[in-house]
């Protein structure tokens, strides 16, 4: 077998080769399929660009239609599936009930697609996109005791997300312009960031041959770390224990420097991203925008920018390249559009969920082989066995 390279974390090992999405992290650059992040948050909706990532090219207005009416063929969810959700306590995270829902979906779709088959993965991608949004909302209103509520077909995507968490029985939602353009640029800049934690997750449970929903499933789970997407509700919490603390910025950088206190700066640092993080660079630029349409003012803002500014400064952060990261300002968007702070990992998921579908289908039709990969055992030589009694 040869010897074996060590890497734990995967630091330096490229696991596949894809077409999907290019980043350099020295330079900043992010793009997907070739075109710029900055741009595709600038000019293209959502849907379109879960389209570019899934089937490689940016759709045509024809195309887009009918993604869309084909993504509303799919918007009912087994009735089912309520009961599963009622088995759930009101206080579970959304993202352990997100993680359960997605994989409970395979019980309703038992037939594992066939990613050769050019109209079925087609419609396991509908069916994916359009159920995923129902129950990602479903686990915010059984949070708060509301009823159930379905898609509505003569709305957009991201506008019926907003409806599906937040109409109430007594009357319809009113959807606000500046809400549903804030979050389709959210879901943008979240859609893909190739071999992250959730999306290698995705791709080596698919690897098994595992279907679509099940590794779907278990990317929701991988993402809801705090390390990874569920790093965007720990920095909202991070900022309002500083508010509450009295805004002392500073107490909490020379926390994070320090070695014997677990606690680090939520927000800050990447794997990849050497020296800026671009999306990080949008979403900074968007919370000031969206904050001021929406006439929002929220002290958390300036308490970020401050952290921002003293963190920058200071050599502990410097010689180790940690900058903001996308997480940073998301959570202080998402607070000003009146999403709760246990849901900001789910509206990552929303946004990641067109990223793992491209990368599972890319992976398959690439024909990977199983994911497995090796060790090196540090463990006891052979020891003889002792009997219960002598030992
Ligand atoms: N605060 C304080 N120190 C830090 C931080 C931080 N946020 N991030 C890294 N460091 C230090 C770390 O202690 C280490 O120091 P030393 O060399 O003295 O041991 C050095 O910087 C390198 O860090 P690392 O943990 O070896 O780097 P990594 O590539 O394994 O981890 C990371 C990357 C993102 C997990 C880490 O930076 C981190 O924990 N950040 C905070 C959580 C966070 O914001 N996660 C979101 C990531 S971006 C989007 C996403 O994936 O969801």
């Not at 879960?50 to 195309?63: D, M, V």
């Not at 907003?162 to 109409?167: D, K, P, Q």
């Not at 809400?179 to 698919?206: M, P, W, Y």
């Not at 990552?348 to 793992?356: D, S, T």
Request: hydrophobic content about 40%; overall charge negative.
């Amino acid at each position: 077998t040869g010897a074996i390279t060590l890497d734990p974390g995967y630091k330096n090992s490229g696991s596949c080769e894809s077409k999907i999405t290019f980043l350099d992290g020295e330079e900043g650059i992010l793009r997907y399929r070739g075109y710029a992040i900055e741009e595709l948050a600038e000019k293209a909706s959502f849907l379109e660009v879960s389209y570019l990532l899934i089937f490689g090219e940016l759709p045509t207005r024809a195309q887009l239609n009918q993604f869309e009416d084909d993504i509303r063929k799919y918007t009912l969810v087994n009735e089912e599936m309520k009961n599963i959700i009622d088995g759930f306590p009101k206080t579970a995270h959304p993202m352990g009930v997100l993680a359960s829902l997605t994989s409970a979906l395979t019980a309703f779709n038992p037939k594992s697609v066939d990613p050769h088959d050019d109209k079925e993965m087609y419609i396991a991608v509908c069916k994916t996109m359009a159920k995923f949004i129902v129950i990602a909302t479903w686990t915010y209103r059984k949070s708060m005791g509301f009823p159930l509520n379905y898609y509505d077909n003569t709305k957009g995507y991201v506008e019926n997300f907003m409806r599906l968490m937040f109409e109430l029985p007594t009357g319809p939602y009113q959807s606000d312009k500046v809400i549903v353009e804030a979050l389709d640029k959210l879901f943008i800049l979240h859609a893909d960031h190739e071999q992250n934690c959730s999306t290698s997750t995705v791709r080596i449970v698919g690897s098994s041959h595992a279907g679509l929903f099940a590794s779907i499933s278990a990317g929701v789970s991988a993402l809801w770390g705090p390390l990874h997407g569920g790093a965007n509700q720990a920095v909202l919490e991070m900022l309002e224990q500083i508010n509450n603390d009295g805004g002392d910025v500073a107490k909490y950088v020379l926390k994070a420097k320090d070695k014997d206190d677990p606690f680090r700066l939520m927000g800050f640092g990447h794997r990849v991203y050497k020296n800026f993080d671009p999306r990080a660079k949008i979403i900074k630029k968007a919370a000031d925008e969206v904050l001021a349409k929406l006439g929002v003012d929220d002290p958390l803002l300036d308490i970020a920018k401050q952290l921002e500014q003293v963190a920058l400064e200071d050599d502990y952060f410097k010689s180790r390249n940690l900058y903001p990261n996308v997480d940073f300002y998301s959570g202080i968007i998402y607070r000003a559009l009146g999403i709760p702070t246990e849901m900001f990992t789910v509206m990552f998921a929303i946004g990641r969920l067109p990223g793992w579908i491209a990368q599972w289908k890319e992976m398959r039709i690439n024909k990977e082989p199983i994911g497995r990969p090796r060790q090196v055992y540090t463990g006891y030589a052979l020891r003889p066995f002792v009997p219960v009694d002598q030992r």
